[in-house]
Nanobody, 125 residues
Framework: QVQLVESGGGLVQAGGSLRLSCAAS????????MGWFRQAPGKEREFVAV????????YSGDSVKGRFTISRDNAKDTVYLQMNGLKPEDTAVYYC??????????????????WGQGTQVTVSS
């Protein structure tokens, strides 16, 4: 089992920045590919970004590419999502997830095994 706890969400004005953190506990964090997903009210969960076990592979969704950056610190069992240039359409609950390396490559939420409880990000116009 892997337990994931997100933090860093909040209310920010359009154009602002936030950094989300996801702290992991349980099994060896460095074994897992990690992902960020988000879900806005009335919408399906959306892929945001993934990172491989050692950080050598990263991929971001088209809607956030160039604005959001995923990173990880295996010494701290933590994955981060730096969000810059925030837009009102980025408003959602953000979830981190842990899965196999193939999950990180597939970027499908159904391939990830463990999920955090989510953190709310609200961007005002």
């Amino acid at each position: 089992q892997v337990q994931l706890v997100e933090s860093g969400g909040g209310l920010v004005q359009a154009g602002g920045s936030l950094r989300l953190s996801c702290a992991a506990s349980g099994r060896t964090f460095s074994r897992y590919g990690m992902g960020w997903f988000r879900q806005a009210p009335g919408k399906e969960r959306e892929f945001v970004a993934v990172i491989s076990w050692n950080g050598g592979y990263k991929y971001s969704g088209d809607s956030v590419k160039g604005r959001f950056t995923i990173s990880r610190d295996n010494a701290k069992d933590t994955v981060y999502l730096q969000m810059n240039g925030l837009k009102p359409e980025d408003t959602a609950v953000y979830y981190c997830a842990a899965g196999s390396q193939s999950a990180a490559l597939s970027r499908r939420d159904s391939d990830f095994d463990y999920w955090g409880q989510g953190t709310q990000v609200t961007v005002s116009s």
